[in-house]
Every structure is written in C-alpha cells, then in structure tokens.
C-alpha cells in the first residue's frame, strides 16, 4: 500500500510540474517578424511595368507596351502578360530571362545599373523592346 501512494504521489508531483502546477513564469514578447514579400510580388522601391497585348507575336516592335520604357537606376520593371499566349521576356545579352510568363501572369526584374537593355520573347523572336535605365 505504502508503494502504491509513493507511486500515485510521484505520477501526481510529475503531472504538476509538466501542467506547470499553478506557476506562471514571466512571458516576454516575442519578436515580430519583418515582412517578406510574396512570391511573384515586386520588391518595394520605383517601378515599371510593359504590358503584353493580345495578339502581341505578330505585332513585332509594338508587342512590348510600351517598346522603349525609360526608367531610373534602381528601378524594377513588371512584364504583365495580358496575351492569351505564354511569352518571355530574355536579354539579348547577359541579364535576364524571364522563363515562361503564361497568360495573366508577370515578371519583374531590378534594374540596379545605367544602360540599354534590348530584349526579347524567345517563344516569339520578333517581339522586341528595350530598357533604357539612366
């Protein structure tokens, strides 16, 4: 009988502390957490967009609105696909490459430096534009 209530005292004194037994230690704040953007969701700062017409693959230089954007340095352009083809937006040179925008989505990159960006859409080579950045 003794071994019993030393084991039911045991369980009981174990129950408490792991409930916390009525003791309530000091809570401190926890931090908040700084804002992260959303997937797909252009960084804060100047932006642009270009948008892409329906029927943009045939209409060569005017497939990119507007064909020739002129932005600040630091500036971050938005393609929106407003066509209902996938299309890209590709460097000609070292840069970017947008991958596939489907139809209703976008694609931004940071311009961080001054120059002339000519561009491109790799499904639809004759779609052109530029990106003057000073």
Do not use: E, K
């Not at 003791?23 to 948008?51: C, D, K, R």
């Not at 989505?105 to 859409?121: D, R």
Request: net charge neutral.
């Amino acid at each position: 009988m003794r071994s019993l209530r030393l084991v039911v005292s045991l369980i009981a004194l174990a129950l408490t502390v792991a409930c916390g037994g009525g003791y309530s230690s000091p809570t401190q704040p926890s931090p908040t957490p700084s804002p992260t953007p959303s997937p797909g969701v252009p960084p804060a700062g100047p932006s642009s967009s270009i948008t892409i017409p329906v029927g943009a693959s045939a209409l060569g230089r005017g497939a990119f609105n507007p064909a020739d954007l002129n932005v600040a340095a630091g500036t971050t352009v938005t393609w929106i696909n407003n066509d209902t083809v996938a299309h890209t937006s590709t460097s000609d040179a070292l840069g970017w490459s947008s991958g596939i925008v489907a139809p209703g989505g976008q694609f931004s990159f940071a311009f961080p430096a001054a120059g002339t960006f000519s561009y491109h859409c790799a499904i639809h080579p004759g779609m052109v534009g530029t990106v003057v950045v000073r």
